[in-house]
């Protein structure tokens, strides 16, 4: 029994090294990643639960690793904030995200918004406002089209700052998504200050749907609230088809998940946006 032991502390301690080993790795080769053009984005449909049409697209960063493939932000993103990197990787990120709204916009009568997830630290360091502004002017887009994803996690540190900085944009007419709510610092508070346009419903809370009369009510009551706030409400991680009747049926704008498309490279997309704006 104690060899036993023995082996398994070995198994999960080997184990753990590697995770670590590939943590360095993905530490230590992201700033060459970012300058070799290893990272690119998928876009995901969001569809609107009234017309069925696509109503907007999330970007999503992927890095293709040279040795490990494809690896997920869920993976990096968090050192890239820890390093501060995100702040390379989130201005190219806007930047691409700025050009396909172009390319949207040249081949179609009414393209879809794009959503692009921004950090808490790209508020910290850096003129993000400027930023967006230039890239607005830049590629000469509808800002109406541009929506930028933050984090309740955003509000912590410098509300006001924060809150200043958001109002700007709103006032440019791009749209603000508290992403991931419900999960995080909400308070009613700050939904009433901040000027947010979007809640997105995390897809803890759609998972069980189903099966839970709590997990329906909370979604009752978050898309309640935003509706009392002028808000709309997407709801992200619908997986199945009951998942999204009963979402639209409790009054979610906007549906976005597996069920509907998975992520995908803007040039996959291309031909079903075309098709969906004909319909
Ligand atoms: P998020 O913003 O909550 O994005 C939604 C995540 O759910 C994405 O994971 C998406 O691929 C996944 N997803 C979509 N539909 C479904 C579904 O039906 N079921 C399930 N189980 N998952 C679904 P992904 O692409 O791995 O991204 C993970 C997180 O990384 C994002 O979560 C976001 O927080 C962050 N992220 C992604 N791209 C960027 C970026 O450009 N900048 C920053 N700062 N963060 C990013
Ligand atoms: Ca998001
Ligand atoms: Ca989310
Ligand atoms: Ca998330």
Known sequence: AKANGRNRFSFYSNELN??????????????????????????????????????????????????????????????????????????????????????????????????????????????????????????KINPNLFVIEITEELLLNHPKRVATALEKLRAMGIGISIDDFGTGYSSLQYLRDLPATCLKIDKAFVNQIEQSETDRAIIATIVHLAHAFNMKVVAEGVETKAQADLLAASGCNELQGYFLSIPQPMDKLIPNLLADEGR
């Open 18 to 139: 590697q995770v670590a080993q590939r943590n360095a790795r993905i530490h230590s080769d992201m700033r060459a990643a970012l300058i070799d053009k290893q990272f690119r984005l998928e876009f995901q449909p969001i569809m609107d639960s009234a017309t069925k049409k696509w109503a907007g697209l999330e970007a999503l960063l992927r890095w293709d690793h040279p040795e490990f493939g494809l690896v997920r932000p869920d993976e990096f993103i968090e050192i890239a904030n820890e390093t501060g990197l995100i702040n390379e990787i989130g201005d190219w990120v806007l930047d691409e995200c700025c050009k396909n709204i172009s390319r949207l916009s040249n081949i179609m009568d009414n393209p879809p918004k794009i959503s692009v997830n921004v950090s808490p630290r790209q508020f910290e360091y850096s003129d993000i406002c400027t930023k967006i502004i230039n890239l607005i002017d830049k590629y």
